[in-house]
C-alpha cells in the first residue's frame, strides 16, 4: 500500500527525518488518520508531505514495523526514503485528475492519506 502522511516543517520536516533516518509516526488524533495508520503494514510506501506555507510533497519513506496494541494510538516506525528532486505542490496535486477522488483534495485536514500506486508514482516523479 501507498499513503501520505502530513506534517508541518517547523514541527518535523523531512529534513529531520533525512537526520534521524527513523522515527515513530505521532501525533495524529483524527480518527480516519488513525485507521489509515492501523492499516499500515512493514514495507508500505509513503510520501512525506509538508503542510504550512509549503504544501509540497518532500520526499519519500518506508514502513518499518506497525505496533496497533494501543487501537487509539497505533505506533508506526518509518525509515526515510528519498528526497523528491521536483517537489509537487498542492496547486499541482488539485490540477491533476489522478487526485480528483483522493481524500488528499477532498479531505484537506486528514493528516494520513491514501495513495494509488499512480498517485504514488507521479509525486515521486515530479510530473503532475
Do not use: C
Not at 17 to 39: F, H, M, S
Not at 53 to 76: C, H, I, N
Not at 81 to 110: C, E, H, N, W
Amino acid at each position: 500500500m501507498f499513503y501520505l502522511l502530513k506534517t508541518e516543517p517547523a514541527v518535523y520536516s523531512f529534513a529531520q527525518l533525512q537526520n534521524e533516518r527513523e522515527t515513530i509516526w505521532d501525533g495524529v488524533t483524527n480518527p480516519q488518520a488513525v485507521k489509515y495508520l492501523r492499516e499500515m503494514h512493514k514495507g508500505d510506501k509513503l510520501i512525506i508531505y509538508h503542510t504550512g506555507d509549503e504544501r509540497r510533497a518532500m520526499g519519500t519513506a518506508t514502513v518499518l514495523s506497525v505496533d496497533a496494541a494501543d487501537p487509539k494510538v497505533p505506533l508506526v516506525r518509518i525509515k526515510v526514503g528519498k528526497a523528491i528532486a521536483r517537489p509537487s505542490t498542492l496547486d499541482d496535486i488539485k490540477q491533476s485528475k489522478l487526485f480528483a477522488a483522493s481524500p488528499l483534495v477532498r479531505q484537506g485536514r486528514l493528516s494520513v492519506v491514501p495513495l494509488t500506486s499512480q498517485q504514488f508514482d507521479a509525486l515521486v516523479d515530479g510530473k503532475l
